[in-house]
T-cell receptor, first 109, second 114 residues
Framework: DAKTTQPPSMDCAEGRAANLPCNHSTISGNEYVYWYRQIHSQGPQYIIHGLKNNETNEMASLIITEDRKSSTLILPHATLRDTAVYYCIVMYNNNDMRFGAGTRLTVKP | AAGVIQSPRHLIKEKRETATLKCYPIPRHDTVYWYQQGPGQDPQFLISFYEKMQSDKGSIPDRFSAQQFSDYHSELNMSSLELGDSALYFC?????????????FGSGTRLTVV
């Protein structure tokens, strides 16, 4: 019972913005949207999370639609080191992190 | 900043042997989670502990058991190992509260069963 839907793969040119979409149409009002990434068998790495408002940190920006049914992770200037599998996860109580099928992002020179 | 520490990093065992993986959470994180990631697969949740009590259970085989100790470190014990148990095993930790904190993952233990 996946809570999110992501495209299986995307390509991005180095230096360009990477926009990774996620659908979470059944999200509850108190559930957060998290983004993690996994670089080649390393431990999943936290990127960003949000509840209702758009968020930005040093790694990325998160845009959440007003109805909260979808979101977009934006890597503003993708580098080769951003090649990874990106996971969009919805969760409330720090006790329900389940990984679905993420998006394999390939940044190309 | 302190991170989640897992040991060992690599482990090779023979079929039917037993393996023990250890996880040391970030200080003041009272919840620990275990995940299994097979080759080419996404991480699958196994089990979690809060304040030394099991709090949630996923697709963990009966041959596996885990516990959290008084210092909050956790151990995953796997018996009667099978070839299919070969995988990356990740541990993560978080505070139970507040929500919106997220998990911090360790670097994982790569278990190879031969």
């Amino acid at each position: 019972d996946a809570k999110t839907t992501q495209p299986p793969s995307m390509d991005c040119a180095e230096g360009r913005a990477a926009n990774l979409p996620c659908n979470h149409s059944t999200i509850s009002g108190n559930e957060y949207v998290y983004w993690y990434r996994q670089i080649h068998s390393q431990g999943p790495q936290y990127i960003i999370h949000g509840l209702k408002n758009n968020e930005t940190n040093e790694m990325a920006s998160l845009i959440i639609t007003e109805d909260r049914k979808s979101s977009t992770l934006i890597l503003p200037h993708a580098t080769l080191r951003d090649t990874a599998v990106y996971y969009c996860i919805v969760m409330y109580n720090n006790n329900d992190m389940r990984f679905g099928a993420g998006t394999r992002l390939t940044v190309k020179p | 900043a302190a991170g989640v520490i897992q040991s060992p990093r690599h482990l090779i065992k023979e079929k039917r042997e037993t393996a023990t993986l250890k996880c040391y959470p970030i200080p003041r994180h009272d919840t620990v989670y275990w995940y299994q990631q097979g080759p080419g697969q996404d991480p699958q949740f196994l089990i979690s502990f809060y304040e030394k009590m099991q709090s949630d259970k996923g697709s963990i085989p009966d041959r596996f058991s885990a516990q959290q100790f008084s210092d909050y470190h956790s151990e995953l014990n796997m018996s009667s190992l099978e070839l299919g148990d070969s995988a990356l095993y990740f541990c993560a930790s978080s505070p139970a509260w507040p929500p919106g904190y997220g998990y911090t993952f360790g670097s994982g233990t790569r278990l190879t069963v031969v």
